[in-house]
């Protein structure tokens, strides 16, 4: 049975993808003698360089001993610095923005929209600095060989945050021959697993301001945290 994913679970994917998303590209792909030291210094040159990008996104989280499955997808948008939409299309409407300042999570299944400021959502979501440009990729994590397959061309990359944090045990990265990520793994001390695989991605094009702004529908529940 398919069920709605959890406030957190979604802005952390969000931030996720913009920590993750852009590798450096050069003639030939992927070199297979990289290490997975000089991948991570490769991706966060390819970050420093991407103003803005889109992309389509489904996402599956599981939980241990269990069948069951989470499944989400729909449409995430990033402008830096600081400036991201994700529109959840199904298994119901959701939608998570940071225009900066504030970030915005309205759930329509609950008629509910939360509301915290940005400068709280960082002390609680490390991964959040690279948002505002703030963030290393070697400084921030552990940077080691995979325990994952590879699949086809992509190579896979293991992190994992060298300061305890409170969503994240380890991440895996899957990336292309144009050194774009196509498929992030992320796992909880609890072990349960959340998986988002990008398709139609675009990079440096413009992106409208206004999309950073959000009206819920009248009826709609606000809390403000």
């Avoid at 921030?140 to 300061?163: C, H, M, N, T, Y």
């Avoid at 498929?183 to 695989?197: A, C, N, Q, Y």
Wanted: include cysteine; charged fraction near 25%.
């Amino acid at each position: 049975m398919e069920q709605r994913i959890p406030a957190r679970l979604v802005a952390f994917g969000a931030a996720l993808f913009l920590i993750f998303f852009f590798f450096p590209s050069r003639p030939g792909g992927c070199d297979p003698l990289d290490t997975p030291q000089e991948l991570a210094v490769k991706l966060q040159a390819r970050y420093e360089e991407t103003r803005s990008m889109a992309a389509d996104f489904q996402q599956v989280a599981s939980v241990p001993m269990s069948n069951r499955k989470r499944l989400g997808a729909g449409k995430v948008v990033i402008l830096k610095p600081g400036r991201i939409r994700w529109d959840y299309t199904s298994p119901d409407r959701q939608v998570l923005i940071s225009n900066g300042k504030k970030v915005f999570m309205y759930f329509a299944a609950s008629s509910q929209m939360i509301v915290q400021p940005v400068s709280e959502y960082i002390n609680s979501d490390v991964t959040y600095s690279f948002f505002v440009g703030t963030g290393n990729i070697v400084r921030d994590f552990e940077v080691l060989p995979p325990e994952r397959p590879a699949e086809g061309d992509l190579q896979v990359i293991k992190l994992v945050p060298k300061v305890a944090h409170p969503q994240v045990d380890s991440l895996h990265l899957w990336i292309d021959r144009e050194y774009l990520l196509r498929r992030l793994e992320i796992v909880d001390h609890f072990g349960s697993v959340t998986e988002l695989t990008f398709a139609d991605i675009r990079r440096n094009e413009a992106v409208a301001e206004e999309l950073f702004t959000f009206t819920p529908p009248a009826g709609t529940e606000v809390i403000e945290q």
